[in-house]
């Protein structure tokens, strides 16, 4: 079991307990099975899709971010999201070049910085 999806797991049950939402209405809201709802609370899936996650954080109102904990390694989330860009590009026939790749991680922590710190924007 992966530490990460531990807090992953953590999180999701406690933001929905604290919303006074029951899995089942989570379930509902995010159109993911209930029984995966619960896998993803005890840890038991290794890997979470980013659609999913987004799904689920939006249905929490919280950021995916504070889904994965604080103590999430940002560089480890954008190659995990790069990953899954890739993988439905294959589907396709389609892949990323190393460039592209590169292109969306420094867009990805331009962002990152630019919701972390404000104040360097203007």
């Known amino acids: 079991?992966?530490?990460?999806?531990?807090?992953?797991?953590?999180?999701?049950?406690?933001?929905?307990?604290?919303?006074?939402?029951?899995?089942?209405?989570?379930?509902?809201?995010?159109?993911?099975?209930?029984?995966?709802?619960?896998?993803?609370?005890?840890?038991?899936?290794?890997?979470?899709?980013?659609?999913?996650?987004?799904?689920?954080?939006?249905?929490?109102?919280?950021s995916t971010l504070t889904l994965l904990g604080e103590n999430v390694n940002v560089c480890e989330y954008i190659n995990k999201l790069i990953y899954h860009i890739d993988y439905e590009l294959k589907i396709n026939n389609d892949s990323l070049t190393d460039d592209q790749k590169h292109m969306i991680t420094t867009s990805l922590q331009s962002i990152i910085n630019s919701i972390k710190y404000p104040e360097h924007n203007s």
């Open 1 to 62: 079991m992966n530490n990460e999806i531990n807090i992953l797991g953590i999180n999701v049950k406690r933001f929905r307990k604290s919303n006074g939402i029951s899995r089942k209405q989570l379930s509902i809201a995010t159109q993911i099975d209930s029984l995966v709802l619960y896998e993803i609370e005890c840890g038991d899936i290794e890997n979470v899709s980013p659609n999913d996650l987004e799904k689920i954080a939006r249905a929490l109102d919280v």
